[in-house]
Structures are given as C-alpha cells and as structure tokens.
C-alpha cells in the first residue's frame, strides 16, 4: 500500500514569502506529526494531530508557523514571512490509533525548504 | 520524554554483528524504547520497540537492559545498505503516545 506522501519535494522560495507544504498521511492513519530536519540534527518536533485536532504543538517555534488538518487526513503546515533559518526538511509522519505495540511512526520522504 | 545518549559514530565490517548502544538512564515505566533508522535523503524507518523484554523481528534484535536504562540494537548480518543514522528513542505508546525526541543518532558505517 501507499505510504506517506509529501509534497513538493523541493520548495525554493524568497525571504518574507509564505508557503505551504502538504502531507497526506497513511489512509486510515488518526495521528499525524510533523518535524524538521536541520543538516547533521535528528529531526525535531514540530506539532502533533489527533484527528483534526492538535494534541501537541508546543514545538512549533513561533507564530509564523500553523498547520492544520481539516478532514483528518491530510495535513497541510504553512509558514509565514519565511526566513532563512526556515531552511529545513520538513518530515511528515503518520501512525495508526492503536494501543500496545502498532505505535509506530510511519514517516514520509521530507520537503527540502529552502529559503534564499 | 525522556532523553537517550548514543555514540556519534560507529563503524562495522561487512557481514558482522553490529551492536549500537543507547542509554536512557530516566526512562519511566510507561516508556517503551523504538529505534529508527535515517538513510540520507529518506525519512527515518522504524525498525524494532520494546518495553523490557528482548525482541527480535526480520530486521534487528533489542535487547533491554534489566533496570530498562540502556538497551542495545543488533543488526545480526550488517550489509552495505545498513549504513545510515541510527536513532534511540524513549516514548509513550498507546492509544496516547505523542511525539517522539529525537537526539542525534548513531551514524554506522558499514564497511567492505
């Protein structure tokens, strides 16, 4: 089956633009988290959805960044007047709604941000 | 969640045992121990979790220490395409397990 997706995979864009980067998770997957990865770091916690809700997103790191996941399912995270400390991949990931053992994340290929 | 320690490198002949280590001395009793694994330019792979018993799938082997505070990843018959960042993660599981924190991993070099 499908895994998780993200798109695009490649995002240049200008300093001060706003982007969008989209997710779609594993079909029938109630959590999504997304991450970002600097260069040589594990990635770090960005926010975390339980359905359509956040559970968690204390790592977002301002208020320039907003995800949201209106139908639980896809995911889009937006970020606002980007800079260039912005420059990340950006990891989505999805997990199924289950106790016990089946918790694990399923992550997708990233979105390379790149804010010149 | 609590934070794990590993080594920032380590390196493994072909066809050996590669045995990567992780420390996770304030793990709680309701964390279980997931290792993923990053090959460049992909997202992390899960490979194995346990609680506090050893387990052991196609992939790998976990072994728990007994007092849960370090445990050891076993790639039994490391290949080339082993080589990647190796991350140690402590985490809830459940229906409410939450985000996973990530340090900066092992990264394995295996090698001909």
């Known amino acids: 089956g499908a895994g998780v997706s993200q798109t695009p995979s490649n995002k240049v864009t200008e300093k001060g633009k706003y982007v969008e980067l989209r997710c779609d998770p594993i079909s029938g997957h109630t959590a999504l988290y997304w991450y970002r990865q600097s260069l040589g770091q594990g990635p770090e916690f960005l926010i975390y959805?339980?359905?359509?809700?956040?559970?968690?997103d204390s790592g977002l790191p301002n208020d320039r960044f907003f995800a949201v996941r209106p139908e639980g399912s896809v995911s889009t995270l937006k970020i606002q007047r980007t800079e260039r400390g912005d420059s990340a991949v950006y990891l989505c990931?999805?997990?199924?709604?289950?106790?016990?053992?089946?918790?694990?994340?399923?992550f997708g290929p990233g979105t390379r941000l790149t804010v010149l | 969640d609590a934070k794990t320690t590993q080594p920032t490198s380590m390196d493994c002949a072909e066809g050996r045992a590669a045995n990567l280590p992780c420390n996770h001395s304030t793990i709680s009793g309701n964390e279980y121990v997931y290792w993923y694994r990053q090959i460049h330019s992909q997202g992390p792979q899960y490979i194995i979790h346990?609680?506090?018993n050893n387990e052991t799938n196609e992939m790998a082997s976990l072994i728990i220490t007994e007092d849960r505070k370090s445990s050891t990843l076993i790639l039994p018959h490391a290949t080339l395409r082993d080589t990647a960042v190796y991350y140690c993660?402590?985490?809830?599981?459940?229906?409410?397990?939450?985000?996973?924190?990530f340090g900066d991993g092992t990264t394995l070099t295996v090698k001909p």
């Open positions: 993660i402590v985490r809830v599981a459940g229906t409410n397990a939450g985000k996973s924190t």
């Open positions: 959805f339980q359905g359509t809700g956040a559970a968690d």
């Open positions: 346990g609680l506090k």
């Open positions: 990931a999805s997990s199924p709604r289950t106790s016990g053992r089946y918790n694990e994340q399923f």
